[in-house]
């Protein structure tokens, strides 16, 4: 037992009582911060991803400026695919961009699986930051099969991923042996973070909100359901989100993760009992919002929280990532509104 087992973000996820819900950031860490865009100045994104100082560093800004109640390790979801030697590049204002995208049998068979070495500096961020952190449990993260898999596939940011489809409806081996690849390296990438220190973990199947339930259930859910019974020794909850997963919420809870992640456009209430019983559920604040006067805000924060209290436990997000031009200010407040509401209401 150490003190960030008893922290109220792990019990919320365990579905224990909480004095109020606990609350963090997806992107916490970012260009809202000017702390970040100091120390990342003239440093490439890959570069940063690879320095464990400046991991630490740039995951630990956020626990102190916000005051939030976990940590996520600063990385991002192609790190573990660059560090088995895909060719590609994180762009500024674009996003992850593949030299080669993926279309063959051939392009397939490279993806090997992640091995502890070729990641040693996550290994050692970790153990540095969670020296930091104290009572702050650290969440560590993969990209999901299916939004790894679009990235590689379309070489970049897409609108309708649309080659990737194509793939998955045609040529359905080659799909499953993608998929299949990309586990097994979610996989390594998640147990090498929580053999290093990490307290939960969090799967982000950003872009599986594009397919319907049949074809999520079909090509994508036994992927994504193997990366999270693949660490489930490991005893940390298992966070599993998407962006427009209205449709997909309880397939996702049956996935096998602890906590669903839910986006803006479904209220907690209603995606408690589309998730079913049993699982704790993370949001949801339009990430928009956070631009809007702050009585709306708190009026809509306020209602997010009644809301979660339909679930058997809440963790109080946005609905996606936090926008580069948010007031960090305005994050503060929230953080605090959360503790203080919940606590009050
Ligand atoms: O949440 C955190 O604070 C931890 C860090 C984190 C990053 N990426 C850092 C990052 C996490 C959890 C991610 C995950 C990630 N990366 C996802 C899943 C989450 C989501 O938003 O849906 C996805 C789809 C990616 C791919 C990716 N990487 C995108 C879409 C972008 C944004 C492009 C841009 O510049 O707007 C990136 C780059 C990226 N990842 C940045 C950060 C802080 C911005 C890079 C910079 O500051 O130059």
């Not at 004095?19 to 120390?39: D, I, K, S, T």
């Not at 898999?149 to 499953?176: C, F, N, Q, V």
């Not at 990438?189 to 969090?202: C, D, E, H, K, T």
Request: hydrophobic residues 50%.
């Amino acid at each position: 037992m150490t003190a960030a087992d008893d922290s109220v973000f792990l019990r919320a996820c365990r579905r224990e009582p909480v004095p109020h819900p606990p609350v963090w950031f997806m992107r916490q860490a970012g260009r809202a911060l000017p702390e970040y865009r100091a120390a990342r100045a003239d440093i490439p994104m890959l570069q940063a991803c690879t320095s464990p100082d400046l991991i630490a560093e740039l995951t630990l800004q956020p626990v102190r400026r916000y005051g939030v109640d976990a940590a996520i390790i600063f990385s991002d979801i192609v790190v573990p695919l660059k560090a088995i030697g895909v060719d590609l590049d994180i762009v500024a204002g674009v996003g992850p961009v593949i030299a080669k995208p993926i279309a063959t049998s051939r392009d397939v068979d490279l993806l090997r699986p992640l091995e502890p070495a070729d990641v040693d500096f996550l290994d050692a961020a970790v153990r540095l930051v969670t020296a930091e952190l104290g009572a702050t449990p650290l969440i560590g993260f993969a990209g999901a099969p299916f939004t790894l898999a679009s990235y590689l596939i379309e070489g970049g940011p897409s609108r309708d991923l649309l080659l990737t489809k194509s793939l998955m409806y045609s040529e359905p081996e080659l799909w499953h042996d993608l998929l299949d690849r990309l586990a097994t390296i979610a996989i390594g990438f998640l147990r090498v973070q929580v053999g290093a220190g990490a307290r939960a973990v969090q799967l982000f199947d950003s872009w599986a909100g594009t397919l319907s339930p049949s074809d999520y259930r079909h090509y994508v859910l036994p992927h994504s359901a193997r990366v999270l019974s693949e660490v489930a020794d490991l005893a940390v909850p298992r966070i599993h989100f998407g962006v427009g997963t209205g449709e997909l919420l309880g397939l996702m809870g049956e996935a096998g993760a602890d906590v669903v992640g839910v986006d803006w456009r479904v209220p907690l209430d209603v995606a408690a009992s589309r998730v079913g019983p049993g699982r704790a559920l993370q949001g949801n604040l339009d990430p928009a919002l956070v631009f809007a006067p702050w009585e709306v805000i708190a009026d809509r924060a306020s209602d997010v929280i009644a809301r979660g209290r339909s679930a058997p436990g809440h963790i109080f997000n946005l609905g996606h990532g936090v926008l580069p031009g948010t007031d960090p200010g305005v994050l503060t407040r929230l953080v605090e509104f959360v503790h203080q509401d919940a606590a009050t209401a």
